[in-house]
């Protein structure tokens, strides 16, 4: 099956994955549960990973899933095979609150790196996809990064954990962004976070996420343009394409400033800044 046969398959995949997640909302139909007490998951996030599980199997069936919630082995990165790497709801807070950055986010990876991407935006009306060395695209049309700006001039996405116990040390890396940045933004989809990257939306982003929220947004980002990399390296064993651990996805002329900046952050008190 050539790239852009697969491609096909997995953006119809998540075009009708969008539409349960639509019918979803327009219903109110979905039970809502809290995942380590912490993490947000809806009956929503498992019928559609359902979906995406079946219809993989149909189409790849000697092929490795990865997906946040029937399949969340993290070992399957260790392996250079074949791999599915799925979100099905990118956003679920937002998707129960009504909120519109919302994605379905299909990756695929082989031999340890990204090969294509699709990330479908149901309430926005969008569909990103990318192909390894092929370029990015947002519905049908082709995207770039935008222009590098000065560090001043620059607007940077992040998230932050839903361990509340994780976020202080975070606040060095906030307070350094309002200091030296033009602004932030939190959209709460690291998936759409990634997308608005590679359209010139955003200048920048940075977070550490799981394989999932990532894999097709960091594809379609790097597709688009962008630099993409780690402020630290990784620990060895998972491909660097799959590793999530402080991601940092921006403008090429942005990327070494930027990730100065947070490692310095890192590395001191708030009240320096």
């Known amino acids: 099956m050539t790239p852009e046969q697969r491609l096909e398959i997995a953006e119809d995949i998540a075009r009708q994955a969008g539409r349960m997640i639509r019918?979803?909302?327009?219903?109110q139909d979905f039970g809502q549960r809290y995942k380590d007490g912490q993490e947000l998951v809806t009956d929503a996030d498992v019928e559609v990973d359902t979906y995406i599980s079946e219809r993989l199997q149909t189409d790849f069936p000697d092929e490795q899933r990865l997906s946040e919630e029937l399949a969340p082995d993290r070992e399957a990165l260790e392996t250079p095979k074949a791999l599915w790497i799925v979100d099905p709801i990118d956003g679920t807070v937002?998707?129960?609150h009504g909120l519109r950055h919302v994605?379905?986010?299909?990756?695929w990876a082989s031999e340890g790196h990204l090969r294509l991407g699709v990330v479908h935006a149901p309430f926005l009306d969008e569909t990103y996809t990318a192909l390894a060395g092929h370029g990015a695209w947002c519905n049908g049309e082709p995207i770039q990064t935008s222009p590098a700006p000065q560090l001043e001039r620059a607007?940077?996405?992040t998230g932050f954990p839903y361990r509340r116990d994780s976020r202080p040390p975070l606040m060095r890396r906030l307070m350094a962004i309002l200091t030296h940045c033009q602004d932030i933004r939190r959209n709460g989809s690291?998936?759409?976070d990634l997308c608005d990257v590679a359209c010139?939306?955003?200048?920048?982003?940075?977070?550490?996420?799981?394989?999932?929220?990532?894999?097709?947004?960091?594809?379609?980002a790097r597709e688009a343009g962008a630099r993409t990399g780690h402020l630290y390296p990784g620990p060895g064993g998972i491909p660097e394409d799959?590793?999530?651990?402080?991601?940092?996805?921006?403008?090429?002329?942005l990327h070494d400033e930027l990730g100065d900046l947070l490692r310095r952050a890192d590395a001191s008190e708030i009240s320096s800044w």
Do not use: M
């Open 94 to 96: 937002n998707f129960a």
């Open 242 to 253: 799959l590793y999530g651990e402080n991601l940092l996805v921006s403008s090429p002329g």
């Open 155 to 157: 607007l940077v996405g």
């Open 103 to 107: 994605a379905v986010s299909i990756g």
């Open 200 to 220: 010139g939306r955003l200048d920048a982003y940075y977070e550490s996420v799981s394989p999932w929220d990532f894999a097709a947004g960091l594809l379609i």
């Open 23 to 27: 019918d979803a909302r327009t219903g």
């Open 190 to 192: 690291a998936a759409l």
